[in-house]
């Protein structure tokens, strides 16, 4: 962004360790990026007291007091725009988002997947890569749209699944890789150097500045 910091508004279901991760690499000063709006759909998601640790305004928004899905999202947007958030980003956030909160952020809504997707999509991708035995999963940040862990994909890392991995271990693993791995894309968004052309994302290489990004 120009002037100001690029503003953020971080959706979660539960413990929040990515939103800790964007916390740290922000309040380090390493990133052009700041938290300013943490929703949760878990009253007791962890997420929210790491938020008001941090000083950042956090709330839990309950499906449950709107009638309607669409009501729910618009509740959703509506705490994004107030706090003039210019990105989404959902670290954890176990629900579909409506076309109420995509349309507000057009290619502005990102999520985090702990598999290399398409493969693996859903709320278990560690597990569910490690019981079908693959040699190499990993993490994807993409693009959200209107279904589970779908949209142009930002950024892949491979992880490789060792013999003697056990679930923990792979578990582990794969956080560390998130945990670098978003706030790095985060700065890629604060610099302008992500650019969406035909349903594909892509990375802006530096020399070519950030006049194609959008
Ligand atoms: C993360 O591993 C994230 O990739 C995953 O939920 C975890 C949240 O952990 N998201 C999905 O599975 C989305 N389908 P955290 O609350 O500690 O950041």
């Given at each position: 962004?120009?002037?100001?910091?690029?503003?953020?508004?971080?959706?979660?279901?539960?413990?929040?360790?990515?939103?800790?991760?964007?916390?740290?690499?922000?309040?380090?000063?390493?990133?052009?990026?700041?938290?300013?709006?943490?929703?949760?759909?878990?009253?007791?998601?962890?997420?929210?007291?790491?938020?008001?640790?941090?000083?950042?305004?956090?709330?839990?928004?309950?499906?449950?007091?709107?009638?309607?899905?669409?009501?729910?999202?618009?509740?959703?947007?509506?705490?994004?725009?107030?706090?003039?958030?210019?990105?989404?980003?959902?670290?954890?956030?176990?629900?579909?988002?409506?076309?109420?909160?995509?349309?507000?952020?057009?290619?502005?809504?990102?999520?985090?997947?702990?598999?290399?997707?398409?493969?693996?999509?859903?709320?278990?991708?560690?597990?569910?890569?490690?019981?079908?035995?693959?040699?190499?999963?990993?993490?994807?940040?993409?693009?959200?749209?209107?279904?589970?862990?779908?949209?142009?994909?930002?950024?892949?890392?491979?992880?490789?699944?060792?013999?003697?991995?056990?679930?923990?271990?792979?578990?582990?693993?794969?956080?560390?890789?998130?945990?670098?791995?978003?706030?790095?894309?985060?700065q890629l968004?604060?610099e302008g150097r992500?650019?969406?052309?035909?349903?594909?994302?892509?990375i802006i290489p530096l020399a070519e500045g950030p006049?194609g990004a959008?």
């Open positions: 962004m120009d002037e100001r910091r690029m503003r953020m508004g971080v959706l979660i279901s539960g413990g929040g360790t990515n939103l800790q991760a964007i916390l740290d690499a922000s309040a380090a000063g390493r990133r052009e990026a700041e938290v300013v709006v943490v929703l949760a759909n878990h009253e007791n998601a962890y997420g929210l007291e790491r938020a008001r640790r941090a000083g950042i305004p956090a709330a839990w928004v309950d499906r449950s007091a709107y009638q309607t899905f669409r009501a729910y999202n618009e509740a959703l947007r509506d705490l994004l725009l107030e706090h003039e958030a210019d990105l989404v980003v959902m670290a954890g956030y176990m629900r579909l988002l409506g076309t109420e909160v995509l349309d507000a952020f057009p290619d502005r809504v990102l999520n985090i997947h702990p598999a290399l997707l398409p493969a693996f999509p859903g709320p278990s991708g560690i597990r569910d890569a490690f019981e079908y035995g693959v040699k190499v999963t990993g993490v994807t940040v993409h693009l959200a749209n209107e279904k589970f862990d779908d949209g142009p994909i930002i950024a892949q890392e491979a992880v490789t699944v060792a013999d003697d991995d056990t679930i923990e271990s792979l578990e582990a693993k794969i956080h560390e890789v998130e945990h670098r791995i978003y706030p790095e894309v985060l968004f604060a992500v650019a969406v052309e035909d349903g594909k994302a892509r006049s959008r």
